[in-house]
């Protein structure tokens, strides 16, 4: 079992910034993946970003790339998602997940593991 707790949402104006942490313990190697998901009002969980942890390969959602970074502290089994020049089409509650693999997903349903959820608000 892997457990992952979320933090660092919170409420922002646009073009601000704000540092998502994923805290993951359990069952961790170096033979899985982290991603970010989030999930806005009436709308399904889709994919923001990932990150496979032995090599630190990672993929982006096109509507992220360039504002969002992914990134991991292996000392803290840790995952990071700071993202910068927040629009209100980034509002939603993020999710961290995880799965054992040789590569990172975009896909929700390749992933066993998932925290509780934090919700970023954008304004306008």
């Known amino acids: 079992q892997v457990q992952l707790v979320e933090s660092g949402g919170g409420l922002v104006q646009a073009g601000g910034s704000l540092r998502l942490s994923c805290a993951a313990s359990?069952?961790?190697?170096?033979?899985?993946?982290m991603g970010w998901f989030r999930q806005a009002p009436g709308k399904e969980r889709e994919f923001a970003a990932a990150?496979?942890?032995?090599?630190?390969?990672?993929g982006y959602e096109d509507s992220v790339k360039g504002r969002f970074t992914i990134s991991k502290d292996n000392a803290k089994n840790t995952v990071y998602l700071q993202m910068n020049s927040l629009k209100p089409e980034d509002t939603a509650v993020y999710y961290c997940?995880?799965?054992?693999?040789?590569?990172?997903?975009?896909?929700?349903?390749?992933?066993?593991?998932w925290g509780q959820g934090t919700q970023v608000t954008v304004s306008s």
């Open positions: 997940a995880a799965r054992f693999g040789n590569s990172w997903s975009r896909r929700a349903s390749d992933y066993n593991y």
């Open positions: 359990g069952r961790t190697s170096d033979w899985y993946a």
């Open positions: 990150l496979w942890w032995r090599a630190g390969s990672t």
